[in-house]
């Protein structure tokens, strides 16, 4: 089975640019999640989304971010204007139900550096 | 406000030596736990959960966690550790009542020396 899937896998861009990460949840999954992992500040979650709807994006860092998920597989992250501080590993992760035991499956990343 | 701690932020051991990773949260109500790892360059990937019953959780790879509700604590152990058990490791915490939302730990990383 398909897992998670995320693009691009690396993105080298100067700041200022815009950068947009893209993800595709496992099929039949009704949950996406969207983290950012830094050594400083460890794995946040910036998003999630319930039946593409936003549900809490209390983690975004400030309006640079945006996120979108104009349907059930497909999922943007992003970023502009982009700065060095965004550089970063974002993980999409996705799961099943509406029960809080389901477990959350990750894709695997986008390293992001900005210039 | 609610939290996940594990408080080792850096493990290093030999082969074949026992592991325990401490994990507290501060939640007041019922929660569900995880323990993800992740590989170096690889994505995270679930080792164990608990929900409900035994207390003593069996997972992948020979690992297990305890949870004990008197202590907010998770902890997960493997008694004999392998070079490729080198890692890095999250605690996740959710609220049942909060539906899938994840609160994670700072991770720690094990280093496995052959």
């Known amino acids: 089975d398909a897992g998670v899937i995320q693009s691009p896998r690396h993105e080298v861009t100067e700041m200022g640019q815009e950068v947009t990460l893209r993800c595709k949840p496992i099929s039949g999954h009704d949950y996406l999640f969207w983290y950012r992992q830094t050594m400083m500040r460890g794995l946040e979650l910036l998003i999630y989304?319930?039946?593409?709807?936003?549900?809490?994006d209390s983690g975004m860092p400030e309006d640079r971010f945006s996120a979108k998920m104009p349907n059930a597989s497909f999922s943007t992250l992003k970023i502009q204007p982009s700065e060095p501080r965004d550089s970063a590993v974002y993980f999409c992760a996705s799961s099943l139900g509406d029960r809080s035991n389901q477990p959350q499956h990750f894709g695997d990343g986008t390293r992001l550096s900005i210039l | 406000a609610q939290s996940v701690s594990q408080h080792n932020h850096h493990v290093i051991l030999s082969e074949a030596a026992s592991l325990e990773l401490g994990c507290n949260y501060s939640?007041?109500?019922?929660?569900?736990l995880f323990w993800y790892v992740q590989y170096p360059g690889q994505h995270l990937q679930l080792l164990l959960k608990?929900?409900?019953?035994?207390?003593l959780v069996k997972g992948i790879k020979g690992f297990e966690a305890e949870f004990i509700k008197s202590k907010f604590s998770f902890n997960l152990r493997k008694p004999s550790v392998q070079w490729s058990d080198t890692a890095e490791y999250f605690c996740a915490v959710n609220l049942k009542a909060a539906g899938n939302k994840l609160t994670f730990g700072g991770g720690t990383r094990v280093l496995v020396k052959p």
């Open positions: 939640y007041g109500g019922t929660v569900n």
């Open positions: 989304f319930n039946n593409n709807v936003p549900i809490d």
């Open positions: 608990y929900f409900s019953g035994d207390p």
